[in-house]
């Protein structure tokens, strides 16, 4: 997908690369770039519907539409919040259509606050053998990246960190993977109306540290000296590259552990405060106006 993208809009442009091909805009607006839309359809059209196996594997961005009581999801703002129940259907050009129960929960720090992010972050969990024969086959508990608010600036802020991702994943396997999703909200509750935002799932820690046969190590600090040089240099670099001070692999903030081997490596994650994605302060933006 983004190869397409890619070569109209030079990699060093990535941070607004959506805007160079969809004339998106701060504000309030119906979400999606066009960019976004035509990659998708393009997508489905050559490769057809996702397997379970290619869930962070295919660059396929998903179409699905989520049904939740949001009217309450929009209240849970608590770091234990209930898991609540909900529906994913997914659909997509040349994809067949499946709908499965999964639970969905608030999660977050910062951004589960209600005067920060209205449309708080959530995690979708898959209940036993709910989605067989679904691109969601084997997933337990995945993080679902979401807009903070209902404007087409904090979709592109959303769209920008994917792409930090993204980045990190050329350079190491040692990183987080992601996948695109088109996302229509149906508040079951009846109090809002739908919403179509894009997001992005998140791989789960487990799953990663299987993936590199490592183990997730949960510590409170640690020292330069613990990492190979070359993987604490590449985290370095790559956090200059993106102009981002909002992390520490000292004291672990927005930094994961893991062991793989004898060797103790950083996974870094969380890019929004980054020069790259330059996310708004909600607290000084309006409400009703510009974030930027």
């Not at 869930?55 to 009581?69: G, K, N």
């Not at 903070?148 to 802020?157: A, I, K, L």
Request: hydrophobic share 40%.
């Amino acid at each position: 997908m983004w190869r397409r993208l890619t070569r109209t809009c030079p990699f060093f442009l990535f941070p607004s690369l959506l805007a160079c091909g969809s004339g998106a805009h701060p504000g309030p607006g119906s979400g999606w770039s066009d960019a976004i839309r035509q990659s998708t359809l393009l997508a489905g059209e050559e490769a057809g519907g996702l397997t379970p196996e290619e869930l962070f594997a295919s660059e396929q961005p998903l179409v699905l539409t989520l049904e939740a009581d949001f009217a309450q999801l929009k209240e849970d703002r608590e770091q234990e919040s209930q898991d609540r129940p909900a529906r994913v259907t997914l659909s997509g050009p040349g994809a067949g259509t499946a709908s499965l129960p999964v639970e969905v929960r608030t999660r977050g720090n910062f951004r589960l606050r209600g005067d920060i992010c209205p449309f708080p972050p959530l995690r979708l969990g898959f209940p036993a053998d709910s989605a067989l024969g679904t691109v969601f086959e084997g997933q337990d508990k995945l993080k679902l990246v979401t807009h903070c608010r209902d404007w087409d600036s904090y979709e592109q802020n959303l769209l920008e960190e994917y792409l930090a991702y993204r980045i990190y994943n050329l350079f190491t396997d040692v990183s987080f993977r992601v996948h695109l999703a088109l996302i229509t909200y149906v508040d079951t509750s009846g109090r809002n109306e739908p919403v179509s935002r894009a997001a992005f799932f998140l791989e789960a820690e487990e799953a990663m540290a299987a993936r590199l046969e490592g183990e997730m190590l949960e510590v409170p600090a640690a020292y330069p000296e613990d990492y190979p040089p070359q993987q604490i240099g590449l985290v370095n670099l790559f956090q200059f590259m993106i102009g981002n001070t909002d992390w520490s692999a000292l004291r672990f903030h927005n930094v994961k552990l893991i062991r793989v081997g004898w060797e103790y490596l950083p996974i870094p994650y969380d890019f929004d405060f980054s020069g790259l994605v330059n996310a708004p302060d909600p607290i000084l933006s309006s409400p009703t106006g510009s974030s930027r």
